[in-house]
């Protein structure tokens, strides 16, 4: 029976995903991997559908096809979601590897964990036979490095373990990296004591004085809490608190301040104090005291290897303060922001030299063949990266090239020789970054590009301005609002996927690693300039150009150009904004270009002439009334109720921002992309907004 009749006839519910948009969703994977079980390609449909920022992912399988678990692996590494996993019970062989793609594995005390070699089996000639060893020693390979990447281990030592076919209690497993954490199930929630409750009145600024004087006190409550705090409750006419379980300066406290209550009651005949059911109340306080406590404790919990010590001073300060979760999760955002974005955009360290050795080629080849003699130097480069990385809370998707590389001196000449020891090729090797700029239209425009920035972003922009105005001798201003805004960038994973050849990588001359370069360079520019154009804003998407609120918007009416009015129009319309100042010009596509090309004078004669030669910057060979007039196929043409209409955007370019945040992460397909070819999967962390959107006038409704 083929996989594909395998799967139509297995009807069974093997896996299960709750709450996809909320706050935490859910995935369950409680069967085998491929064969009568799990299918990637069904997980992967709905996981896809998973909008929350953070996933708990439950494993109960004893493994089984591999080609279907790499393929989950991969998908739940690239999703954006924060991921949990956990096994409460037994996650064997390639179920294992999928437990790999979380950030946190957590392992219940009576959990089991199971790595072994790949196996298989193959009916045919001897030939056929050794393939298919060779096929499963790649196999072994890829999952080693999976096992490697979560674990720290030596390739070697995965190996061994793995042909021992090692089996590991939940223990065993987070001595040796495969887990983080034993949770023991079942374990008593323990009581609050006399401490605890000190803590929540030492730490509550806003707590009800007649509730805190009931609360347990510590040894040193009278110092923490005011003599009104600590004196007796009135309900009614009856006392629901003594002075019995009240020593020292607190007792004295408390019978000076029963004499000045009894004093004002007499004078002033003070109604009696409502009912209070006092044990309630207490019992609330501690139980909401406690929860804030617990939310904070969790939340340093899971970013200690990030911030290490300064953690905990945080969570200490948060939980004796009046701070609340929601500004403690805020503060802890930002401070392993800031830890990660330092540690993707800061150099490690390698000269000119070195950085001018690293070749992409032998890297991609070696990832692919998974042979590290192939790119030691690289290797290793990536590796170092890789763990500053971890070591910030960040989760590569795949190897992250440092920015010594992607920045390396610009137009550095280098040589190589061909197979003649006479013939050599030089090459200017440009930086990745000056290559990835040059391959956008939106920079060459006139678009802000701000690099090497760390953490959230809040860029101020101006929303109203100061007005200038003649007075009479002796009269005053008028005052006028000078208003401010701002504009935040965070940092948002751009991916952009290019195909090589197996033969492309294999190559060692300069001119095929420059020819690799640009290719990836271009790939990845596609990706932030359609974005910046016309990002939605949803989820992890930057918000571009053409969705930004406050661009000023005209009215073509779905119809052809009769003539280049709706373009001046949107010129008049960013002048009157008194922000058009900088980098003027039109974006739009081929087939907008096009008509305006075709637009005629009532003589006959072209409207709008062409240019002898092209704008070098942008590659436009049209100007409108001095505008020069840059195309771009990720301007859309598929706008309007008739998914018909083309864009086409004029302005001040130098309000565009366009951010970027350090290293570039790179992912190799495991497996061919067609005969020959392997797919290689790009990273960036960028963001992309506009400063003052009445910079920009947008027509969404031509028809060409």
Known sequence: MSKKQKKAKNKKRWFEIKNAAGESATVRILDEIGGWGVWASDLIDQLDGISAPHINLEIFSPGGYVDEGLQIYAALLRHPARITARIDALAASIASVIAMAADEIVMSDVAMMMIHDPWGGAVGTAEDMRKTAEVLDKMKGQIVGAYAKQTGLSTSEIESMMAEETWMTAEEAVAKGFAHKMEVLGAPEPAPSASFAGKIVAGLKHIPETVAGLLPQPANAGLMLSPVAMARIVIGDTESATTDNLDGSAAVAHKNQEEKEVAMDTATQTPAAPNIDVAAVKKDA?????????EIEAIANGVRNVLG??????????????????????????????????AIRSP???????????????????????????????????EAMNNRAASAGLKPKGTMIPVDVLLRPKNAP?????AAPSIQTEVLASSFVELLRNQMVITGLGATVLDGLEGNVSIPRQTTGATAAFVTEGGAATDQAFGMGSLSLTPKSVTASYLATKQMLLQSSLSMEALLRNDLAAAVAEAIQGAAISGDGIGANPLGLLNTTGVNAVVVGGVALANIDPLLDMVTKSKQSKTLRGSLGFLTNALVEGAILKLKETTGGYLIQGLNNEIPETGATVR?????????EQVPSNLGAGTNLSAA?????????????????????????GIGNLKIEVLQFVDCGVRRPASFAVASDILA
């Open 286 to 294: 501690i139980r909401a005291e406690r929860e804030r406590i617990n």
């Open 309 to 342: 010590d300064r953690v905990d001073l945080m969570a200490r300060e948060a939980s004796n303060g009046d701070v609340s979760v929601e500004d403690f999760r805020a503060s802890i955002i930002d401070a392993v922001s800031s830890v990660q974005s330092n």
């Open 348 to 382: 490690l360290g390698l000269d000119s030299s070195e950085a001018s050795e690293f070749r992409f080629t032998r890297l991609f080849a070696a990832l692919h063949a998974n042979k590290p003699s192939l790119a030691p130097f690289e290797l290793e480069v990536c």
């Open 414 to 418: 280098q040589t190589t020789t061909t």
């Open 624 to 632: 409108v009334r001095g505008y020069q007039v840059a195309t771009s």
């Open 649 to 673: 955007i004029f302005g001040n370019w130098n309000d565009l921002l366009i951010g970027e945040w350090g290293a570039l992460d790179v992912l190799v397909n495991p497996y061919s992309n």
